[in-house]
């Protein structure tokens, strides 16, 4: 369908689709969403322009309280609580305003990703485990946790050939990782045992 003859409508600082108004319309063909949320954005900053490379230090404040709090939960091992905490820390950090730094949310989310992916694994959701330590790897290719991670996943999802990549990826970036090289071994054995 050709969105140039669609008609719209401004409601409430928000976009639809006249027709069956909705941001987000299958029939028109249209995801107003993206241009929604970024309108938002912009009024709730009042007309105050933020600097150049601008980041909330109060957000990431909170991120780190909940990444922390999350952290002393998989020590004492409540895994579910840590969990719980590092999710929080992830939605806070996909809160971060378009115009803020991308590296930092980056670090925030791959580090709160991988822990969380620890703790996912500590009660073997080795599914769940798997998709945050992916996720970790498109925010932070070269990071050998995230590697590590993945592969450990793999193992608990008993895809060891898979397992055996991951972890000689993240052998690339670190050669001399024991921990990498200790779980490759192990991945090797069980790939060749079936």
Sequence with gaps: ???????LSV??????????HLETCTACDLDLSPVNKLTMELYSINGDVPPPNYASEQLSREIIHYKNEGDAHYKKKSYSEAIKLYSRAIELAFTRPVWESSMRNREELAICLSNRAAAYMAIDAWVDAYVDADAVLQLKNQWTKGHLRKGRALMGLKRFDEAVEAF???LTYDPENKELQTWLADAKAKAILG
Aim: glycine share 4%.
């Design 1 to 7: 369908m050709e969105t140039s003859n669609i008609s």
């Design 11 to 20: 409601e409430h600082n928000a976009i639809y689709c006249q027709p069956h």
């Design 168 to 170: 000689r990826v993240g």
